[in-house]
């Protein structure tokens, strides 16, 4: 699996944030906009992929954020 943070449903209605491969969320919220605001600013800060999950589980959404490697010379 890519490197990149996940917005997920949980069992009780709440949304979480986790990094690919975790098996905890980095952080818990109770709307998905809240969960997507705080995945979305960390997956800026550290350069990587966000996905977006639906209720079901599928990925709604796929935003990168990969930092660009400037062709120097």
Not at 25 to 38: G, I, L, Y
Not at 46 to 51: A, I, K, R, T
Request: aromatic share 6%; charged share 30%.
């Amino acid at each position: 699996m890519a490197a990149g943070k996940h917005v997920v449903p949980r069992p009780h209605g709440e949304w979480a944030v986790r990094n690919s491969g975790a098996a905890k969320a980095t952080k818990v919220f109770d709307t998905q906009a809240e969960a997507v605001a705080f995945g979305r600013e960390a997956a800026r800060r550290d350069g990587v992929e966000l996905y977006v999950h639906r209720k079901d589980g599928t990925v709604g959404e796929r935003d990168s954020y990969r930092r660009s490697v400037s062709a120097g010379g």
